[in-house]
T-cell receptor
Framework: DAKTTQPPSMDCAEGRAANLPCNHS???????VYWYRQIHSQGPQYIIH???NNETNEMASLIITEDRKSSTLILPHATLRDTAVYYC??????????????FGKGTKLSVIP | KAGVTQTPRYLIKTRGQQVTLSCSPI?????VSWYQQTPGQGLQFLFE???????NKGNFPGRFSGRQFSNSRSEMNVSTLELGDSALYLC?????????????FGPGTRLTVL
């Protein structure tokens, strides 16, 4: 499995950019990096995913290094509602057309007023 | 489109009983996955169904089972409940299981075993 490593917690001032790092040094060439977040006791929410190129959507930007061994999720202007646990996941092919999300412990992001 | 729905949202059972949880995926989604979330173990994959067939399974005992119907709705069943089965059970759906499709999660069913 391509495991991921994330810091257990981070703080970010409201209105500032939140940069959440993730290491995935054993990622394979065709495996995507996915980011989800989970606000307390709710179902995880999809944020963004990417393979090689940097990606941006209305929620966030994803920067993937050229060697694909690490990535950074950027929330450009963090708000209090962005306080959540953020999971970086390498989506693994499990065979028979099935892809599996393996969640680690994630990063607890606290946005401070 | 309506999101993934799960019923019931909360459930209390006693040890030894069995329980059935239900998941309705987003319309058009054919893949349904189930996850268990506990404070100690985090989010763990249970199994995935696609076109009424289980095509992937995590490391859970046989007491955990599931099925998928022709309309893609899915149920999971836990027999002979144990205290350690208390958890948030999450269902996620996607169009199909390709690497470039992401899963949409439901709100979960909170199961408490007494």
């Amino acid at each position: 499995d391509a495991k991921t490593t994330q810091p257990p917690s981070m703080d970010c001032a409201e209105g500032r950019a939140a940069n959440l790092p993730c290491n995935h040094s054993t990622i394979s060439g065709n495996e995507y990096v996915y980011w989800y977040r989970q606000i307390h006791s709710q179902g995880p929410q999809y944020i963004i995913h990417g393979l090689k190129n940097n990606e941006t959507n209305e929620m966030a930007s994803l920067i993937i290094t050229e060697d694909r061994k690490s990535s950074t999720l950027i929330l450009p202007h963090a708000t209090l509602r962005d306080t959540a646990v953020y999971y970086c996941i390498v989506r693994r092919y499990s065979g028979a057309g099935s892809y599996q999300l393996t969640f680690g412990k994630g990063t607890k992001l606290s946005v401070i007023p | 489109k309506a999101g993934v729905t799960q019923t019931p949202r909360y459930l209390i059972k006693t040890r030894g009983q069995q329980v059935t949880l239900s998941c309705s995926p987003i319309s058009g989604h054919r893949s349904v996955s189930w996850y268990q979330q506990t404070p100690g173990q985090g989010l763990q994959f249970l199994f995935e169904y696609f076109s009424e067939t289980q095509r992937n399974k995590g490391n859970f005992p046989g007491r955990f089972s599931g099925r998928q119907f022709s309309n893609s709705r899915s149920e999971m069943n836990v027999s002979t409940l144990e205290l350690g089965d208390s958890a948030l059970y999450l269902c996620a759906s996607s169009l199909e299981g390709t690497g470039n499709q992401w899963q949409f999660f439901g709100p979960g069913t909170r199961l408490t075993v007494l």
